[in-house]
């Protein structure tokens, strides 16, 4: 770990503090053992020391995290909000339309396509790579995004219209297809696209360019094993 010096990163682990704080002691204990894995989650793939190689050294690894924050971490927190809550936030009528808006699959697939392509295009990755601040930036658009992915899923916008689960397991076959747009340019590139990841033969034993197709084919594999498996169970189970 030469190349992976030891940091603590307090905003990381305040935000999994405060959502371990928020559950109280009146949530059920489903809920309190929810929000947990939510949090363990979110540090393993934030702090050191998979954070720091997800920041600064490994596409591969970054692309991991991502696929982890936004099909476990997020998921799992949207399952424990409460409808008052959910009620209590979208009050206000600006929030209330545009979480109705994103709740519907054709907005929601294009604003997490645009959005995880973003976070994980060369010059985001690069400024992560070298500041903290954008590294924070980079962690709060792929928590938006994978609330975004998940809201026509879970139907949790009060007054949203619900989809069907033929439709939702559709949705969520569409999405694995599109957020994964990235990987096609990195397994078929000729040359490494991010300067600013360095040292990837010493951290995770692979030159610039393999790791930049693997993470290829972990963001591949990674959107579709899960995403599809949720989409056969919510199908299948409808019919039960």
């Known amino acids: 770990m030469n190349y992976v010096p030891f940091a603590l990163h307090p905003v990381e682990l305040a935000a999994g503090l405060t959502v371990v704080l928020l559950s109280?002691?009146?949530?059920?204990?489903?809920?309190?053992?929810?929000?947990?894995?939510?949090?363990?989650?979110?540090?393993?793939?934030?702090?050191?020391?998979?954070?720091?190689?997800?920041a600064t050294h490994s596409l591969s690894v970054a692309t991991a995290q991502?696929?982890?924050?936004?099909?476990?971490?997020?998921?799992?927190?949207?399952?424990?909000?409460?409808?008052?809550?959910m009620v209590r936030f979208t009050r206000p009528t600006a929030v209330d339309a545009v979480a109705s808006w994103l709740s519907r699959p054709l907005p929601a697939l294009v604003v997490v396509t645009v959005g995880g392509t973003l976070t994980l295009s060369a010059p985001l990755v690069n400024a992560g790579a070298?500041?903290?601040?954008?590294r924070c930036v980079v962690l709060i658009a792929t928590l938006i995004c994978g609330v975004v992915l998940w809201l026509p899923?879970?139907?949790?916008?009060?007054?949203?219209?619900?989809?069907?689960?033929?439709?939702?397991?559709?949705?969520?076959?569409?999405?694995?297809?599109l957020v994964?747009?990235?990987?096609?340019?990195?397994?078929?590139?000729?040359?490494?696209?991010?300067?600013?990841?360095?040292?990837?033969?010493?951290?995770?034993?692979?030159?610039?360019?393999?790791?930049?197709?693997?993470?290829?084919?972990?963001?591949?594999?990674?959107?579709?094993?899960?995403?599809?498996?949720?989409?056969?169970?919510?199908?299948?189970r409808a019919d039960a």
């Open 24 to 54: 109280g002691r009146h949530a059920t204990r489903g809920v309190r053992m929810t929000r947990l894995a939510a949090v363990l989650s979110w540090w393993a793939v934030t702090l050191w020391p998979i954070g720091d190689i997800a």
């Open 66 to 85: 991502r696929l982890v924050i936004m099909l476990g971490v997020v998921p799992l927190l949207l399952r424990t909000v409460s409808v008052s809550t």
């Open 130 to 134: 070298t500041s903290d601040i954008a």
């Open 153 to 177: 899923v879970l139907g949790c916008v009060p007054g949203a219209r619900h989809l069907s689960p033929a439709a939702r397991s559709g949705y969520l076959f569409a999405a694995s297809l």
């Open 180 to 236: 994964t747009v990235m990987s096609f340019v990195w397994i078929f590139s000729l040359h490494p696209l991010y300067p600013a990841l360095t040292h990837q033969h010493d951290v995770v034993a692979l030159s610039a360019l393999a790791d930049q197709q693997v993470a290829g084919f972990i963001a591949k594999l990674g959107a579709f094993l899960p995403l599809w498996t949720v989409a056969f169970v919510i199908f299948f």
